[in-house]
């Protein structure tokens, strides 16, 4: 039982556009959810995170979205570079616990 | 200087063997996890520790057995190799009251063991 989906295994982009990868859940105890991005051969890199008292955080060109009755956040890339050109995951955690959940990515490509 | 290191970060060995993977973060973080991704590339946690005490044992077979000398290490050892051991072994670190929302995992650049 999957409890975090990425239901996207795939995205193309082009160059200075929005890239918008989505992310659902299905525990409703989940309070804390992270977005990572991988490359090949690389471990996974904390982009940015977002307690469930938020509906969005932003840091830089990185903007979480958080909707708690649809059980979904996004996390919106602007402007889209080349460089973010990764596999992206989201995680979620159950308050009071420190077992994060793992989607199964969505892999982005951005083309120049 | 790597935060959270792995080694070795390739493995080949047959079936039936016994390997071992390290993990040492020097990040001072005091919760050490370890993660399987698997072909299908799904990241599932194996196993946690904090403070050198196992917090979280997740379905896992017998055959592995994580060992924690001390904050700063946690390794991996798996008996009897199987060929469906084959995947990528993440080692992260985290810091931070589980309650709040500090607990954020740092990775290791990861360890592909291929089983033959």
């Known amino acids: 039982d999957q409890q975090v989906k990425q239901n996207s295994p795939s995205l193309s982009v082009q160059e200075g556009r929005i890239s918008i990868l989505n992310c659902d859940y299905t525990n409703s105890m989940f309070d804390y959810f992270l977005w990572y991005k991988k490359y090949p051969a690389e471990g996974p890199t904390f982009l940015i995170s977002?307690?469930?008292?938020?509906d969005k955080n932003e840091d830089g060109r990185f903007t979480v979205f958080l909707n708690k009755s649809a059980k979904h956040l996004s996390l919106h890339i602007v402007p889209s570079q080349p460089g973010d050109s990764a596999v992206y995951f989201c995680?979620?955690?159950?308050?009071?616990?420190?077992?994060?959940?793992f989607g199964t990515g969505t892999r982005l490509k951005v083309l120049a | 200087d790597t935060a959270v290191s792995q080694t070795p970060k390739y493995l080949v060995t047959q079936m039936g063997n016994d390997k071992s993977i390290k993990c040492e973060q020097n990040l001072g973080h005091d919760t050490m996890y370890w993660y399987k991704q698997d072909s299908k590339k799904f990241l599932k946690i194996m196993f946690s520790?904090?403070?050198?005490?196992?917090?979280i044992n997740e379905t896992v077979p017998n055959r592995f057995s994580p060992k924690s000398p001390d904050k700063a290490h946690l390794n991996l050892h798996i008996n009897s190799l199987e060929l469906g051991d084959s995947a990528v072994y993440f080692c992260?670190?985290?810091?931070?009251?589980?309650?709040?929302?500090?607990?954020?995992?740092?990775f290791g650049a990861g360890s592909r063991l291929t089983v033959l």
């Open positions: 992260a670190s985290s810091h931070g009251d589980r309650l709040s929302g500090a607990n954020v995992l740092t």
């Open positions: 977002i307690s469930s008292i938020k």
């Open positions: 520790y904090n403070n050198k005490e196992l917090i």
């Open positions: 995680a979620a955690r159950a308050s009071g616990t420190y077992k994060y959940i």
